[in-house]
């Protein structure tokens, strides 16, 4: 068994200030508590879905990856100590921080800090509300979205990620850049979600090169597109729908400069039926760059 969910994630930011007005007022997430230097923001019912720290990085900073009971979180420490691999128990003040049960921290190949906790704290009684009107979040079973990582380290990402963690591989798609040379993406399930994680083998100036929300309904991005200008934020993909997720989504630059798709609609994969596919290109139509 391996990791259920993409459960949180966690961005080191400079200017905590553009990044509250961006997630509440474009993207219409809820700010929940905070926790003395973090500010958090909810998407459903879980006590938050995106964390906030002050700092230069402006840049992923850690993915919080849900297990589903106890016991598949021990199973998992087991295969990951029979691995030889590298990790620590939460202290109990990161626990509490975190508010989960229990949890592990682990670092990737690439060196991003990766959490695998269990019992994260849901408040039921304090329902959803978004400031924007997005009438909600495709949460759930299929957890806070996806996240594109690019790394020159594949060949031992892949490995942390598939072996060890349990990432499904969807499909790849192939983006030709020069007549010799083909960048292929791996797009990696947890749950029926299309991805939760894709790969991007290249070098790039950041860990993250986009997060991707997906919201309940076409009518939800409709009136995120709508608040582009309202907001002053950067634009930076036309609405269109990918080849292989069939998200309709449009992206957008965060005040970080890594960008969000901001979604609706996208497939989902079963492992009994689903089979492992290739696209020669990223959109069916649109998605072109502004
Ligand atoms: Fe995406």
Redesign the pocket.
Known sequence: MGVASLGYIGFEVSDLKAWDGYLTGFLGLMRGRGNGTSARYRMDDRAFRIQLEQGKADDISFIGLEVETLEGLQELRERLEKAGVRHSPASDNLKKERGVRDLLVLTDPAGLQVEVYVGATALTNVPFNSPAGVSGFMTGGQGAG?V?LASEKMDEVRDFYTRLLGFRLSDTIGIPISPDFTLVLEFYHCNPRHHTL?LAPMPAPKRLH?F?VEMATLDDVGFAMDRIGECGVKQTMTLGKHSNDQMVSFYAATPSGFEV?VGTAGIEVHDDVWRVTHHEVTSMWGHKRV
């Open positions: 996806h594109v894709a986009h991707m798709e």
